[in-house]
Nanobody, 127 residues
Framework: QVQLVESGGGLVQAGGSLKLSCAAS????????MGWFRQAPGKEREFVGA????????YYADSVKGRFTISRDNAKNTVYLQMNSLKPEDTGVYYC????????????????????WGQGTLVTVSS
């Protein structure tokens, strides 16, 4: 069964913005660290950022730091990825993931640490 559903992807010009959403079931979302990953064409999936359950802690890949912001609305079981100053190299399929584990060390950067995944949403940034 589908536990996570991403939306908000699309085509945008370089320098533009997009906001992705990831809606989850309450069971999947509760007390979960939420991560965002992306996969560019011909490349492996990579970590983008993550947020803890309360929203008080976030961590970003260096490539997106200062441009992307992760937030969450626990009442709506939804996590967001606000992407600003987009670059062509940000093009790819964006996935959200959930794992119910305390925010310790840096496990949240590892794909294999997450149990639940969405189907992905495509972001294309034109130059």
């Amino acid at each position: 069964q589908v536990q996570l559903v991403e939306s908000g992807g699309g085509l945008v010009q370089a320098g533009g913005s997009l906001k992705l959403s990831c809606a989850a079931s309450k069971r999947t979302f509760s007390n979960a660290v939420m991560g965002w990953f992306r996969q560019a064409p011909g490349k492996e999936r990579e970590f983008v950022g993550a947020i803890n359950w309360s929203g008080s802690m976030t961590y970003y890949a260096d490539s997106v730091k200062g441009r992307f912001t992760i937030s969450r609305d626990n009442a709506k079981n939804t996590v967001y990825l606000q992407m600003n100053s987009l670059k062509p190299e940000d093009t790819g399929v964006y996935y959200c993931a959930a794992e119910r584990r305390p925010w310790t060390s840096s496990w949240f950067m590892r794909q294999d640490a997450y149990d639940a995944w969405g189907q992905g949403t495509l972001v294309t940034v034109s130059s």
